[in-house]
Protein backbone atom coordinates (compact mmCIF):
# COMPACT_ATOMS: atom_id res chain seq x y z
CA UNK A 1 0.00 0.00 0.00
CA UNK A 2 1.57 2.99 -0.89
CA UNK A 3 1.90 6.41 1.01
CA UNK A 4 0.64 8.26 -2.38
CA UNK A 5 -2.13 7.14 -4.80
CA UNK A 6 -1.38 3.67 -4.19
CA UNK A 7 -3.62 1.09 -4.76
CA UNK A 8 -4.11 0.49 -0.98
CA UNK A 9 -6.00 3.95 -0.58
CA UNK A 10 -7.99 3.56 -3.26
CA UNK A 11 -7.68 0.47 -5.41
CA UNK A 12 -10.43 0.65 -7.90
CA UNK A 13 -10.29 4.29 -8.75
CA UNK A 14 -6.51 3.44 -9.15
CA UNK A 15 -6.91 0.65 -11.78
CA UNK A 16 -9.69 2.60 -13.64
CA UNK A 17 -7.33 6.05 -13.92
CA UNK A 18 -4.28 3.85 -15.12
CA UNK A 19 -6.05 2.45 -17.81
CA UNK A 20 -6.68 5.79 -19.88
CA UNK A 21 -3.08 7.21 -18.79
CA UNK A 22 -1.06 3.48 -20.14
CA UNK A 23 0.18 3.39 -23.47
CA UNK A 24 -0.20 -0.17 -23.64
CA UNK A 25 -1.60 -3.69 -22.11
CA UNK A 26 1.49 -5.23 -19.94
CA UNK A 27 3.42 -7.24 -21.83
CA UNK A 28 4.17 -11.40 -20.10
CA UNK A 29 6.59 -10.87 -17.59
CA UNK A 30 10.52 -11.83 -18.61
CA UNK A 31 11.08 -15.35 -17.81
CA UNK A 32 13.52 -15.53 -14.09
CA UNK A 33 17.22 -15.52 -14.87
CA UNK A 34 18.41 -17.06 -11.71
CA UNK A 35 16.33 -20.06 -10.05
CA UNK A 36 14.71 -19.34 -6.84
CA UNK A 37 16.73 -20.71 -3.98
CA UNK A 38 14.84 -23.40 -2.98
CA UNK A 39 11.81 -24.45 -5.27
CA UNK A 40 8.87 -23.80 -2.88
CA UNK A 41 10.10 -21.82 -0.07
CA UNK A 42 8.96 -18.28 -1.44
CA UNK A 43 6.65 -16.38 1.08
CA UNK A 44 4.99 -13.28 0.12
CA UNK A 45 4.99 -11.71 3.30
CA UNK A 46 2.09 -8.36 2.08
CA UNK A 47 -0.70 -9.28 -0.23
CA UNK A 48 -3.84 -7.64 0.77
CA UNK A 49 -6.66 -10.05 0.04
CA UNK A 50 -10.18 -8.56 -0.99
CA UNK A 51 -13.07 -10.95 -0.78
CA UNK A 52 -12.95 -14.93 -0.76
CA UNK A 53 -13.99 -14.63 -4.65
CA UNK A 54 -10.60 -13.51 -5.39
CA UNK A 55 -9.09 -16.79 -3.74
CA UNK A 56 -8.94 -19.10 -6.47
CA UNK A 57 -7.17 -16.85 -8.67
CA UNK A 58 -4.49 -15.30 -5.66
CA UNK A 59 -3.45 -19.35 -5.70
CA UNK A 60 -3.25 -19.90 -9.28
CA UNK A 61 -1.06 -16.97 -9.26
CA UNK A 62 1.64 -17.74 -6.59
CA UNK A 63 1.56 -20.81 -8.04
CA UNK A 64 2.68 -19.72 -11.56
CA UNK A 65 5.34 -17.28 -9.55
CA UNK A 66 6.92 -20.41 -6.91
CA UNK A 67 5.69 -18.77 -3.96
CA UNK A 68 4.80 -21.21 -1.61
CA UNK A 69 2.44 -18.60 0.67
CA UNK A 70 1.32 -15.46 1.60
CA UNK A 71 0.69 -13.24 4.35
CA UNK A 72 -2.78 -12.04 3.44
CA UNK A 73 -4.22 -8.96 4.92
CA UNK A 74 -7.75 -8.17 6.24
CA UNK A 75 -8.70 -4.79 4.04
CA UNK A 76 -10.93 -2.07 4.86
CA UNK A 77 -14.00 -0.97 2.33
CA UNK A 78 -11.91 1.81 0.51
CA UNK A 79 -9.00 -0.23 0.04
CA UNK A 80 -10.88 -3.05 -1.67
CA UNK A 81 -12.36 -0.93 -3.93
CA UNK A 82 -15.96 -1.29 -1.97
CA UNK A 83 -16.07 2.52 -1.37
CA UNK A 84 -16.21 4.07 2.38
CA UNK A 85 -13.78 5.86 4.10
CA UNK A 86 -11.29 5.04 6.98
CA UNK A 87 -11.67 1.59 8.36
CA UNK A 88 -14.67 1.38 7.48
CA UNK A 89 -15.72 -2.41 7.21
CA UNK A 90 -12.48 -3.56 8.58
CA UNK A 91 -14.39 -6.59 10.39
CA UNK A 92 -15.65 -7.86 7.29
CA UNK A 93 -11.81 -8.15 5.64
CA UNK A 94 -11.00 -9.82 8.85
CA UNK A 95 -13.82 -12.24 8.22
CA UNK A 96 -12.48 -12.43 4.26
CA UNK A 97 -8.97 -13.49 6.06
CA UNK A 98 -9.86 -15.72 8.85
CA UNK A 99 -12.01 -17.92 6.19
CA UNK A 100 -9.38 -17.95 3.19
CA UNK A 101 -6.59 -18.91 5.47
CA UNK A 102 -9.49 -21.61 7.02
CA UNK A 103 -9.98 -23.05 4.24
CA UNK A 104 -6.17 -23.28 2.67
CA UNK A 105 -3.78 -23.32 5.98
CA UNK A 106 -0.46 -24.79 4.21
CA UNK A 107 -1.07 -21.32 1.65
CA UNK A 108 -2.41 -18.55 3.37
CA UNK A 109 -1.24 -16.88 6.67
CA UNK A 110 -4.37 -14.34 7.96
CA UNK A 111 -3.64 -11.48 9.18
CA UNK A 112 -6.10 -9.06 11.09
CA UNK A 113 -6.97 -5.20 11.34
CA UNK A 114 -8.11 -3.10 14.38
CA UNK A 115 -9.65 0.06 15.25
CA UNK A 116 -6.22 0.79 17.74
CA UNK A 117 -8.49 3.80 19.30
CA UNK A 118 -11.46 1.15 20.13
CA UNK A 119 -10.91 -2.13 19.56
CA UNK A 120 -9.62 -3.67 23.11
CA UNK A 121 -6.97 -6.24 23.99
CA UNK A 122 -9.93 -8.84 24.32
CA UNK A 123 -10.86 -8.35 20.68
CA UNK A 124 -7.53 -9.36 19.53
CA UNK A 125 -7.45 -12.38 22.07
CA UNK A 126 -10.45 -13.24 20.03
CA UNK A 127 -9.42 -12.86 17.08
CA UNK A 128 -5.86 -14.82 17.53
CA UNK A 129 -8.20 -17.76 19.16
CA UNK A 130 -9.86 -17.98 15.79
CA UNK A 131 -6.80 -18.42 13.80
CA UNK A 132 -5.42 -15.12 13.07
CA UNK A 133 -1.55 -15.03 12.89
CA UNK A 134 -0.87 -11.49 13.20
CA UNK A 135 -2.14 -7.61 12.51
CA UNK A 136 -1.65 -5.19 9.71
CA UNK A 137 -2.46 -1.79 11.00
CA UNK A 138 -3.19 1.32 8.33
CA UNK A 139 -2.83 4.03 10.75
CA UNK A 140 0.32 5.58 9.33
CA UNK A 141 -1.16 6.08 5.88
CA UNK A 142 -2.47 9.43 5.31
CA UNK A 143 -5.78 8.14 4.27
CA UNK A 144 -6.55 6.09 7.53
CA UNK A 145 -4.24 8.39 10.22
CA UNK A 146 -7.40 9.83 12.31
CA UNK A 147 -4.95 10.45 15.61
CA UNK A 148 -0.94 10.20 15.70
CA UNK A 149 0.14 6.59 15.56
CA UNK A 150 2.01 6.68 19.21
CA UNK A 151 -1.43 8.63 21.02
CA UNK A 152 -2.23 7.32 24.58
CA UNK A 153 -5.87 5.30 23.41
CA UNK A 154 -3.48 2.97 21.16
CA UNK A 155 -1.46 1.97 24.22
CA UNK A 156 -3.33 -0.83 25.15
CA UNK A 157 -3.05 -3.00 21.86
CA UNK A 158 0.26 -1.97 21.49
CA UNK A 159 1.24 -3.53 24.78
CA UNK A 160 -1.01 -6.57 24.09
CA UNK A 161 0.42 -7.03 20.72
CA UNK A 162 4.20 -6.82 22.17
CA UNK A 163 3.06 -8.93 25.31
CA UNK A 164 1.74 -11.85 22.96
CA UNK A 165 4.58 -11.69 20.53
CA UNK A 166 1.94 -10.78 17.29
CA UNK A 167 3.57 -9.92 14.12
CA UNK A 168 2.42 -6.43 13.16
CA UNK A 169 3.05 -4.97 9.77
CA UNK A 170 2.39 -1.20 10.35
CA UNK A 171 2.29 1.07 7.22
CA UNK A 172 4.11 4.54 8.34
CA UNK A 173 4.08 7.15 6.08
CA UNK A 174 7.87 8.36 7.42
CA UNK A 175 7.85 11.60 5.12
CA UNK A 176 4.70 12.69 7.67
CA UNK A 177 4.56 10.42 10.61
CA UNK A 178 8.47 9.04 11.32
CA UNK A 179 8.04 10.50 14.53
CA UNK A 180 4.76 8.53 15.25
CA UNK A 181 6.62 5.56 14.21
CA UNK A 182 9.86 6.33 16.52
CA UNK A 183 6.90 7.22 19.35
CA UNK A 184 5.42 3.60 18.93
CA UNK A 185 9.23 1.80 18.80
CA UNK A 186 10.43 3.84 21.75
CA UNK A 187 7.57 2.52 23.78
CA UNK A 188 7.36 -1.03 22.80
CA UNK A 189 10.88 -1.96 22.15
CA UNK A 190 10.14 -5.60 21.99
CA UNK A 191 7.26 -5.07 18.95
CA UNK A 192 7.37 -7.52 15.95
CA UNK A 193 7.25 -5.21 13.39
CA UNK A 194 7.85 -4.99 9.78
CA UNK A 195 7.71 -1.46 8.01
CA UNK A 196 6.66 -2.26 4.37
CA UNK A 197 8.11 -0.28 1.40
CA UNK A 198 11.55 -0.02 2.88
CA UNK A 199 9.45 2.14 5.44
CA UNK A 200 7.90 4.41 3.59
CA UNK A 201 11.30 5.35 2.41
CA UNK A 202 11.94 3.48 -1.38
CA UNK A 203 12.63 6.66 -2.72
CA UNK A 204 14.86 7.74 -0.23
CA UNK A 205 17.46 6.03 1.36
CA UNK A 206 19.18 8.66 3.60
CA UNK A 207 15.87 8.39 5.58
CA UNK A 208 15.70 4.52 5.39
CA UNK A 209 18.60 3.97 6.62
CA UNK A 210 18.30 6.34 9.68
CA UNK A 211 15.44 4.62 10.34
CA UNK A 212 16.96 1.42 10.43
CA UNK A 213 19.93 2.28 12.52
CA UNK A 214 17.72 4.11 15.38
CA UNK A 215 15.78 0.59 15.59
CA UNK A 216 17.62 -2.31 15.06
CA UNK A 217 14.92 -5.04 15.53
CA UNK A 218 12.54 -3.73 12.98
CA UNK A 219 12.17 -5.39 10.12
CA UNK A 220 11.32 -4.45 6.61
CA UNK A 221 9.88 -5.47 3.36
CA UNK A 222 10.33 -4.50 -0.07
CA UNK A 223 7.10 -4.08 -1.71
CA UNK A 224 6.29 -1.50 -4.28
CA UNK A 225 3.10 -2.58 -5.56
CA UNK A 226 1.20 -1.08 -8.17
CA UNK A 227 1.32 2.05 -10.78
CA UNK A 228 3.05 4.89 -10.10
CA UNK A 229 4.45 5.17 -6.35
CA UNK A 230 5.42 1.86 -7.64
CA UNK A 231 7.28 3.19 -10.59
CA UNK A 232 8.64 5.68 -8.85
CA UNK A 233 10.42 3.91 -6.17
CA UNK A 234 11.88 1.24 -8.99
CA UNK A 235 13.19 4.50 -10.58
CA UNK A 236 14.71 5.44 -7.65
CA UNK A 237 16.45 2.34 -6.11
CA UNK A 238 17.64 1.55 -9.82
CA UNK A 239 20.00 4.91 -9.85
CA UNK A 240 21.23 3.73 -6.53
CA UNK A 241 21.43 0.12 -7.46
CA UNK A 242 25.03 -0.72 -5.87
CA UNK A 243 23.63 1.48 -2.54
CA UNK A 244 20.91 -0.75 -2.20
CA UNK A 245 22.94 -3.61 -2.85
CA UNK A 246 24.77 -2.81 0.22
CA UNK A 247 22.08 -2.09 2.47
CA UNK A 248 20.62 -5.41 1.70
CA UNK A 249 23.97 -7.24 2.28
CA UNK A 250 24.78 -5.14 5.22
CA UNK A 251 21.80 -6.70 7.15
CA UNK A 252 20.24 -9.29 5.60
CA UNK A 253 18.16 -10.78 8.24
CA UNK A 254 15.99 -7.45 8.06
CA UNK A 255 14.39 -7.58 4.66
CA UNK A 256 11.25 -9.34 3.97
CA UNK A 257 9.66 -10.19 0.60
CA UNK A 258 6.34 -8.83 -0.35
CA UNK A 259 4.46 -7.55 -3.52
CA UNK A 260 1.27 -5.73 -2.01
CA UNK A 261 -0.87 -7.04 -4.28
CA UNK A 262 -4.53 -5.74 -3.65
CA UNK A 263 -6.90 -9.01 -5.20
CA UNK A 264 -9.32 -6.03 -6.51
CA UNK A 265 -10.19 -7.37 -10.19
CA UNK A 266 -11.00 -4.31 -12.54
CA UNK A 267 -10.87 -3.73 -15.93
CA UNK A 268 -9.86 -6.68 -18.54
CA UNK A 269 -6.22 -6.96 -17.87
CA UNK A 270 -6.30 -7.33 -14.44
CA UNK A 271 -4.80 -10.88 -14.48
CA UNK A 272 -2.06 -9.10 -16.23
CA UNK A 273 -1.56 -6.65 -14.11
CA UNK A 274 -1.31 -9.22 -11.02
CA UNK A 275 1.26 -11.17 -12.95
CA UNK A 276 3.47 -8.33 -13.71
CA UNK A 277 2.98 -6.69 -9.97
CA UNK A 278 4.01 -9.48 -8.50
CA UNK A 279 7.26 -10.48 -11.24
CA UNK A 280 8.10 -6.99 -10.35
CA UNK A 281 8.63 -6.92 -6.77
CA UNK A 282 10.52 -10.32 -7.44
CA UNK A 283 12.68 -9.24 -10.23
CA UNK A 284 13.98 -6.41 -8.17
CA UNK A 285 15.61 -9.04 -5.51
CA UNK A 286 15.94 -12.06 -7.95
CA UNK A 287 16.67 -11.15 -11.37
CA UNK A 288 19.22 -9.23 -14.07
CA UNK A 289 15.88 -7.33 -14.89
CA UNK A 290 12.46 -7.02 -14.82
CA UNK A 291 9.37 -5.38 -16.44
CA UNK A 292 7.15 -2.64 -15.07
CA UNK A 293 5.43 0.67 -16.15
CA UNK A 294 7.41 3.29 -16.31
CA UNK A 295 7.04 6.82 -16.44
CA UNK A 296 6.77 8.19 -20.61
CA UNK A 297 7.87 11.31 -22.27
CA UNK A 298 3.60 11.99 -22.58
CA UNK A 299 3.26 11.94 -18.70
CA UNK A 300 2.06 8.30 -18.55
CA UNK A 301 3.10 4.96 -17.74
CA UNK A 302 4.21 2.80 -20.68
CA UNK A 303 5.89 -0.92 -19.21
CA UNK A 304 9.49 -0.89 -20.20
CA UNK A 305 12.93 -3.01 -18.47
CA UNK A 306 14.41 -2.01 -15.30
CA UNK A 307 17.61 -3.31 -13.44
CA UNK A 308 17.39 -5.77 -10.61
CA UNK A 309 19.83 -6.82 -7.98
CA UNK A 310 20.26 -10.47 -9.34
CA UNK A 311 21.01 -11.19 -5.64
CA UNK A 312 23.05 -14.47 -4.85
CA UNK A 313 21.31 -17.14 -3.49
CA UNK A 314 22.30 -17.44 0.04
CA UNK A 315 20.72 -13.67 0.40
CA UNK A 316 17.57 -14.30 -1.55
CA UNK A 317 17.27 -17.36 0.58
CA UNK A 318 16.71 -15.09 3.22
CA UNK A 319 14.08 -12.14 2.05
CA UNK A 320 12.43 -14.49 -0.07
CA UNK A 321 11.39 -16.38 2.39
CA UNK A 322 14.04 -17.58 5.80
CA UNK A 323 13.01 -14.12 7.34
CA UNK A 324 9.65 -13.87 7.27
CA UNK A 325 9.22 -17.87 8.78
CA UNK A 326 11.45 -16.40 11.85
CA UNK A 327 9.15 -13.57 12.02
CA UNK A 328 5.85 -15.31 11.30
CA UNK A 329 7.09 -18.43 14.18
CA UNK A 330 4.41 -20.20 15.27
CA UNK A 331 2.19 -19.66 12.22
CA UNK A 332 4.40 -21.53 10.05
CA UNK A 333 5.37 -24.38 11.92
Known amino acids: MHARRGPCALALLLVTALSACRSENPPPPAASTTPAPDDGTILDAHVHLTDMEAVPALLGLLDRKGVKRAVVLATPDATAGRGGKGLAGYQR??????????????????????????????????????????????????AFHERPLDDPAHRPLFARMEERGVPVLVHVNTVRFRGELEGVLRAFPKLRAVCPHLCGSRTDLDRFEAIRDAFPSLLFDTSHGSSDAAAQGFTYLEKEHDRLRKILEKTPKRFLFGSDLVTV???????????????????????????????NPLGGLSPAPYRGQALPAALLQKILGE???RWLGRCVR
Not at 266 to 285: C, F, K, R
Open 93 to 142: GNEVVLAAAAAHPTRLIPFVTLDLAHDQPETLDALLARGACGVKLYDGHH
Open 265 to 295: RAGPTWQDEWDMQVSANLGLLRDESFTFWRQ
Open 323 to 325: NAR
